[in-house]
T-cell receptor, first 116, second 116 residues
């Protein structure tokens, strides 16, 4: 069965600090996709990134970076020089690449608060 | 362009009543998903539609829940004889295609359902 674990329930840092959100996943499939979503106070889930299981290259997008390591089944997300607007709940999710529904299995989310 | 649109944004109803929630996906997206977000259960998959294929209903929690998608576009999620445990935010998502593609799902703002 698929499972995503985000062990950090809440994180609070001061603006401009770097912060890493952890994500560990379980799946029996060799082909799968990993995602990060942001849920700001407004409630809408905003897609941030998708990674497939064959691409372990780390990715950087502005202040955001992602570290995918198959050896430890982790897909961690780092925000550099955090800003107040980064405050949100962040979800890591997993889907298997198979026929039929590409169901997303979500972690419990990490509530990130950036204090001015 | 327009994102996923859901209505109503909030719904309060009495226990035992039926409710209908509507989702209008992004134009051109063939795959449509319903999820439920509640405090106790996190984000859970409910049902998936892909084109004209039979829907994947494996996530529906009981036979009080049903959904349809007319003309490959708008979808309606119906909950009959509502119970207090049905209180949650119901999220709709769409993607360009489903199945093995790993296309990111784009979410609407959700319908917050409260059962009195």
């Amino acid at each position: 069965a698929q499972k995503v674990t985000q062990a950090q329930t809440e994180i609070s840092v001061v603006e401009k600090e770097d912060v890493t959100l952890d994500c560990v996943y379980e799946t029996r499939d060799t082909t799968y996709y990993l995602f990060w979503y942001k849920q700001p106070p407004s409630g809408e889930l905003v897609f941030l990134i998708r990674r497939n299981s064959f691409d372990e290259q780390n990715e950087i997008s502005g202040r955001y970076s992602w570290n995918f390591q198959k050896s430890t089944s982790s897909f961690n997300f780092t925000i550099t020089a955090s800003q107040v607007v980064d405050s949100a709940v962040y979800f890591c999710a997993l889907s298997e690449a198979r026929r039929g529904a590409q169901k997303l299995v979500f972690g419990q989310g990490t509530r990130l608060t950036i204090n001015p | 362009g327009a994102g996923v649109s859901q209505s109503p944004s909030n719904k309060v109803t009495e226990k035992g009543k039926d409710v209908e929630l509507r989702c209008d996906p992004i134009s051109g997206h063939t795959a449509l998903y319903w999820y439920r977000q509640s405090l106790g259960q996190g984000l859970e998959f409910l049902i998936y539609f892909q084109g004209n294929s039979a829907p994947d209903k494996s996530g529906l929690p009981s036979d009080r829940f049903s959904a349809e998608r007319t003309g490959g576009s708008v979808s309606t999620l119906t909950i009959q004889r509502t119970q207090q445990e049905d209180s949650a935010v119901y999220l709709c998502a769409s993607s360009e295609s489903g199945g093995q593609s790993g296309q990111p799902q784009h979410f609407g703002d959700g319908t917050r359902l409260s059962i009195l």
